[in-house]
């Protein structure tokens, strides 16, 4: 399976808690939205949603509404816990931390196209945060022979 997130398991997991922290969908709906957020590259299978979804629920990540709509349980608040909460583990290495940044920047992406206005609220952080990026990238080149 290959996805925004490098393709694995868990990952489809964190990508379906991101689209519906933005608001509640049904699966045909975190299909549409993966689709448009790989630029069509990517539509995950109901045969890979679906499962997860119930996985979710069973785990008390996520429920069902009586519309058929999944979304995040507030008491399991995953931005309070973590982004992997209990079920996962925080990154191990370096391209799963670029992975995690990834996701969350798609995330911030997609609050702001929904029309949020907190990005401004957080503009000087958020700079702040692409200053010490930059710094990362511009060591490593310094370092390679």
Do not use: C
């Not at 499962?51 to 995953?78: A, R």
């Not at 206005?117 to 503009?123: L, R, V």
């Amino acid at each position: 399976m290959m996805n925004m997130f490098g393709g694995k398991r868990k990952d489809l997991r964190t990508w379906i808690l991101f689209i519906l922290n933005s608001g509640p969908k049904n699966g045909a709906e975190l299909m549409d939205s993966m689709e448009r957020q790989t630029m069509g590259v990517w539509r995950p299978s109901p045969g890979s949603i679906y499962p997860m979804l119930e996985n979710m629920v069973n785990e008390g990540l996520i429920k069902k509404t009586e519309n058929g709509k999944y979304e995040p349980i507030p008491e399991n608040n995953w931005f309070r816990t973590g982004i992997f909460g209990h079920h996962g583990s925080s990154p191990r290495n370096f391209s799963e931390a670029v992975n995690e940044i990834d996701g969350i920047v798609t995330f911030m992406e997609e609050l702001k196209s929904n029309g949020s206005k907190q990005a401004g609220e957080h503009s000087e952080k958020l700079k702040e945060l692409a200053k010490r990026i930059t710094k990362l990238i511009s060591d490593e080149r310094r370092s390679d022979p």
